[in-house]
Nanobody, 118 residues
Framework: QVQLVESGGGSVQAGDSLRISCANS????????MGWFRQAPGKERELVAA???????TYADSVKGRFTVSGDSAKNTVSLQMNSLKPEDAAVYYC????????????WGQGTQVTVSS
């Protein structure tokens, strides 16, 4: 089983930076990919960034150049460094995991709130 817990959310001003992390404390330590999703009130949940086994990364167009996702295998964590935050980045951020490239993201954390004030 994969058990994910996010941390590091908070309230910042536009232009500030924030780093959020996701730890896997479940029985399954190895995953194919860890993704960061976000959902703002009234909007659809979207994939922000993903970290794939081996170090490959992907990003949504809206965050390219501002966000960086990284993994720490020693701590079984994945982090998302968010720079130059904009009000439109405000959302609940969720980490998720999938076990193979042929599966959807099926394991989810509880989410961490990120608020950006203009």
């Amino acid at each position: 089983q994969v058990q994910l817990v996010e941390s590091g959310g908070g309230s910042v001003q536009a232009g500030d930076s924030l780093r959020i992390s996701c730890a896997n404390s479940g029985r399954t330590f190895s995953t194919y990919a860890m993704g960061w999703f976000r959902q703002a009130p009234g909007k659809e949940r979207e994939l922000v960034a993903a970290y794939i086994t081996g170090g490959s990364t992907t990003y949504a167009d809206s965050v390219k150049g501002r966000f960086t996702v990284s993994g720490d295998s020693a701590k079984n964590t994945v982090s998302l460094q968010m720079n130059s935050l904009k009000p439109e980045d405000a959302a609940v951020y969720y980490c998720a995991a999938r076990l193979s490239p042929f599966e959807i993201y099926t394991f989810w954390g509880q989410g961490t709130q990120v608020t950006v004030s203009s």
